[in-house]
Structures are given as structure tokens and as C-alpha cells.
């Protein structure tokens, strides 16, 4: 999927070499529409929704701080910023508000691409976890309610509902047991038992494992560990047990997710 690329400069030679002297296709995007001040980049975002926004810090009529300000409000997208030397303070203010990078004029094609890259990454990495999160709010728990069960307990007025969500995020990397919470809450686990069931028709263990799958997805997307690193980190019993309960959670397996494009090392125990 080619993204969609506004590029706002008011200096002519700048714009059209960003326009022109660069194959844009060769970064896998496209040229959605080129401003030459403030006012109308604003304007073009809200028609074109570009994925990337490639702006200079002063225009005519508004500034591209600015008008990222103003777009970010009703638009999603990410921006790079084109300063000069005298400029720097600007692009750090750039950087506060929202923007993703900065790049010093004239712009070297090599660091353009780093930052497209770099850009690309985050949406894709982005897009993942809203698939994911879709198929995982949509996918039902045989008999054991919803995929939200752990926000829910989290939302609890039941507090040793909430007690139990509030010791499992502190405690989820560690052995634990409905015995052990019900001790920490100084009630017996069979109480606890009956108050989970009834406040969220689930079991200590769902709650539990919920919340650990939803640590997973992000530590798999980041792709700094391997699955049987990942699983051992949240503190699964076994490696198989962590894919079997992943795989319950989300309808595919931890490898599965990283073939359809997550990043995570794919390196059996």
C-alpha cells in the first residue's frame, strides 16, 4: 500500500525538487498535493488525509508548526520538518508538538528515506495492532465472557475485584495464584472466586492470562525478544501453555503474528 505524501514549502526551488527530483514511488509513496504556505497545507490535509505531512517550520500566512497544530486536531497523520542551521530551536519545538523527525535544507535523499522508513515502520506496526486488537475485541471467550474481561475488573466498584486486577499489574511477571491474591486481600480464595464469578462471570486465571496477552502483543511487536523469551518474561509456567493461552486470546498463534508482520524473533525453546 502506497501512503500518501503533502509536502508544504514556500520556496519554489525547494518544493519542486521535493516534487520532482525524487522518486517517490521508489519509497513506497505518492505525492498527494504540494502547498506553498500554511493556510492552504491545511487545507489540502483535511481534503487529501495524507499519511505524512513534509513541511518547512516558516511560510507565508502560517507557520508548518502551526499548522500541524491545528490539523493534528482533526486529522491523523505524521510530519517531518524542514529547518535550516538557524532553525534548530524550532525543530525541537517541532518535535514537542508532534512531529516525527526534522531534516536540515537542503535535503540529503538518504535521510529522507531514514525518516520515511522510519515513519513506515510505525504506521505498519500501527495498522498491526489495530488488526489485532479488532479480531481480539470481536472474538468471544467459550464461556468465559469477553476478550475485556481484565478492563473490566479493572472498572470494577467490587473492590476485591479491583483489588485482584490492581495486584495482577503489579504482579503479573511473578508466580501467582488465586490463593496468593486472597491472602494479599486478606479473604479466603473461595470468596474470591465466588466475587469474580459473579462481577465478571470469569475465573482469577482469565483475568490473569488476559492481562499478561495483552503485555505480549507489545513486547512482540517491539521485536527485541524471542516468543520463549517473551513468554518466560510474563510469567507462563511453560512455553506452550503461553502459545496455547495467546492463541485462545486471539484466534492465531504467537509465530502466526509475527509472520503476518510482527517483528518479534521467531526462535523455538
Not at 162 to 191: P, Q
Amino acid at each position: 500500500m502506497l501512503l500518501k505524501v503533502l509536502i508544504a514549502e514556500d520556496e519554489e526551488i525547494i518544493r519542486k525538487g521535493l516534487e520532482f527530483a525524487i522518486n517517490w514511488l521508489d519509497y513506497g509513496c505518492i505525492i498527494a498535493g504540494v502547498a506553498k504556505d500554511g493556510e492552504a497545507g491545511l487545507e489540502m490535509i483535511r481534503e487529501q488525509k495524507p499519511d505524512i505531512v513534509l513541511t518547512d517550520i516558516r511560510m507565508p500566512k502560517m507557520s508548518g508548526l502551526e499548522m500541524i497544530e491545528k490539523a493534528q486536531m482533526e486529522e491523523k497523520f505524521y510530519s517531518i520538518i524542514l529547518t535550516s542551521y538557524s532553525e534548530f530551536n524550532l525543530a525541537k519545538q517541532a518535535l514537542k508538538v508532534g512531529a516525527s523527525d526534522y531534516l536540515l535544507k537542503p535535503v540529503d535523499e538518504e535521510e529522507l528515506e531514514a525518516a520515511i522508513e522510519k515513519i513506515k515502520g510505525k504506521i505498519e506496526s500501527g495498522r498491526r495492532m489495530e488488526k489485532l486488537q479488532e479480531l481480539s475485541d470481536k472474538r468471544a471467550l467459550p464461556g468465559d465472557g469477553e476478550w475485556k474481561i481484565f478492563t473490566s475488573a479493572k472498572n470494577s466498584m467490587d473492590p476485591y475485584v479491583k483489588g485482584t486486577y490492581e495486584i495482577i499489574k503489579l504482579h503479573y511477571t511473578e508466580k501467582l495464584s488465586i490463593n496468593s491474591v486472597a491472602e494479599e486481600l486478606g479473604i479466603s480464595a473461595s470468596f474470591l472466586s465466588r466475587r469474580l464469578k459473579n462481577s465478571l462471570n470469569a475465573t482469577f486465571v482469565d483475568i490473569l492470562n488476559q492481562y499478561r496477552i495483552k503485555k505480549s502483543l507489545h513486547l512482540l511487536n517491539k521485536g527485541t525478544m524471542r516468543v520463549y523469551e517473551i513468554s518466560d518474561q510474563l510469567g507462563f509456567s511453560e512455553y506452550k501453555y503461553f502459545c496455547s493461552v495467546f492463541k485462545k486470546y486471539t484466534g492465531i498463534s504467537p509465530t502466526d503474528f509475527i509472520k503476518n508482520g510482527g517483528n518479534a524473533v521467531v526462535q523455538e525453546k
